[in-house]
């Protein structure tokens, strides 16, 4: 076995020489070694380590703090994340944003406080470059906890206990879009207009029932019942409405998750859409708005776009050619019309 | 500002002194600074610095190359991901298990072969003490690549690609399943036998195949449809197998969703379930049996429980006192009986 080496650091050459293989082998196997053949692999990794050789990537890490990785964290149990599509659609947007950027996405949730401490050891032990939070909650200590780990981070939404924090975030235009969609009701000369309201932690949510009342300024309160942007709780909330206020001809409901249960439920009472009652959801969320009878006519957000954006606004915040800081995005929505409304 | 120190490691109490706070104060600052006031939160991170303090976790990390994470690797793309709930329920158990130990879990998926180099980068950048792989293709790199980049890994389910590392697997009895699933049509006096076979680069949808014709030997081939376990797939293949052979009277399907889409089919053509045709699914999947009319009968599987097994494997594989390695499990199966046959 030939002597070990001592000195300043060796280079990847030097491990390629040692070990009797190209440079290019070298660097596969200190990348993980794919494509190389099990025997070379040995070879090469006996050089790194009577060498003592750092690997690029760690060693550039150690300088740059650049790991390749990003966070993607929401606040929400696991089981929303795996069946409201809202999550996937942003994820797909953010997964696609961070290949092109060559950046691994590793995606974590938070169900609750409990899992705090161990969020905060994981975004405080170095493994990613930055981090990108959503769904998060009023006056969850989350956002807080994530500033304070002083990783690079952007917010997917607004949050009461995130605004005083400088962390920029991408949002869109909840109150304004909800307003279209109630002035679209009154359009069509809706008289008695109920809203199904989101969960009252969640800014987006808390934006639509005021943009509800932006237009409907003497609103009923008993037009007003509240789900968690499930599709069963839209359907206890649209039941409730039916049995306080018979006589309703118009629901705005806070998502499309929410609005395919109030369809069902006003199904099964017989009740038509939109000839009785016209329905207008939020999100324009494709996998939803197929499947509802009638069509649903909802308002339009880029969920997609919007996690490119958060994407982007972490890469400029990670570029240190001294740039400004990016700004907080308030991306447009639209009303899209369908048959129930 | 007090002049820096030299000599020793500084320790956690050497930062609370030098900060005028408590060893429990620095502590939570150390690890993420959940909950200290903000003034509180700069002494700290200032004598940190000045004494150039190593948290605990990065020293041990150093030391002990324990991370607390541990990366999820699916090798599917995100929608199936997010619309299967094969992967919810695996995840839960994955997800509880790691939490009893203390270890964050970090989600990560595979597309395809662009995105081998970025993932055994991120595998070979050591952020994670473990991995756990499943939905393994054959003749797939990926494993080969888990295995390379040296971190203790279990797999879900096995592969061909698997097969010949050194890497224990958790995998369900799949061929004892299905033989009993087919025996079960049988005993019903059912002579003309279908099968929907999931993709056949998935060795638990061979592995059913096999149990298929463990009972049912000389089965026609036109009796066999594929899909690839999505629901739409299952609906597809139900067309198929009743164009071919309009006498079948019994179908064993691959997985409870292609079982949903083919139970929507024979529905719309008016056949009836179970007296025209009867069906058997396979994986007993609580959201999918739930919603079928009538409702499935299925292979039981514990996919939770497995996901929890695949962690316990794993806690062995990183415990370094030196007990002897885990061995691969095969989990049970048992046949639900409910009303589609």
């Known amino acids: 076995m030939p002597e070990p080496i001592t000195g300043p650091r060796p280079t990847l050459e030097a491990v390629a020489a040692r070990a009797g293989v190209s440079r290019a082998t070298a660097s596969r196997v200190v990348n993980g070694g794919a494509g190389v053949r099990a025997p070379?692999?040995?070879?090469?990794?006996r050089a790194v380590?009577?060498?003592?050789?750092?690997?690029?990537?760690?060693?550039?890490?150690?300088?740059?703090?650049?790991?390749?990785?990003?966070?993607?964290?929401?606040?929400?149990?696991?089981?929303?994340?795996?069946?409201?599509?809202?999550?996937?659609?942003?994820?797909?947007?953010?997964?696609?944003?961070?290949?092109?950027?060559?950046?691994?996405?590793?995606?974590?949730?938070?169900?609750?406080?409990?899992?705090?401490?161990?969020i905060a050891r994981y975004l405080g032990g170095g493994h990613v470059d930055g981090a990108l939070a959503f769904s998060l909650h009023n006056d969850d200590e989350l956002p807080a906890l994530i500033d304070r780990s002083r990783i690079p981070t952007v917010f997917g939404g607004r949050s009461r206990a995130g605004k005083d924090l400088a962390v920029p975030y991408v949002d869109c235009d909840n109150r304004g879009g909800a307003r279209e969609a109630v002035r679209h009701l009154v359009s069509l000369g809706r008289r008695h207009i109920a809203h199904i309201a989101g969960p009252d932690d969640l800014m987006a949510a808390l934006d639509r029932v005021d943009g509800y009342h932006d237009v409907l300024i003497d609103a009923d309160p008993a037009l007003t019942a509240q789900g968690d942007f499930t599709e069963e709780s839209g359907a206890r909330a649209m039941h409730e409405l039916l049995e306080r206020r018979p006589d309703l001809d118009g629901v705005f409901v806070s998502n499309d998750l929410m609005a395919a249960g109030a369809l069902r439920v006003l199904a099964e009472r017989g009740v038509r859409v939109p000839e009785d009652v016209a329905v207008v959801g939020f999100d324009d969320m494709a996998s939803v708005v197929r499947s509802t009878v009638p069509a649903l006519t909802t308002v339009h957000q880029d969920i997609e776009g919007m996690g490119r954006l958060m994407v982007k606004l972490l890469m400029r915040l990670l570029d240190e050619s001294g740039g400004p800081a990016p700004a907080s995005v308030i991306t447009p929505t639209a009303l899209v019309r369908r048959a129930s409304a």
Chains 1, 2 share one sequence.
């Open 40 to 45: 070379l692999v040995d070879k090469v990794r």
């Open 49 to 118: 380590e009577e060498l003592g050789y750092v690997p690029n990537h760690a060693a550039r890490s150690l300088v740059t703090r650049r790991n390749g990785a990003v966070a993607v964290i929401i606040a929400e149990p696991e089981f929303r994340i795996f069946s409201d599509p809202f999550f996937e659609q942003q994820v797909r947007g953010i997964s696609r944003e961070l290949t092109a950027h060559d950046s691994q996405l590793v995606l974590l949730w938070v169900e609750g406080p409990g899992d705090h401490d161990r």
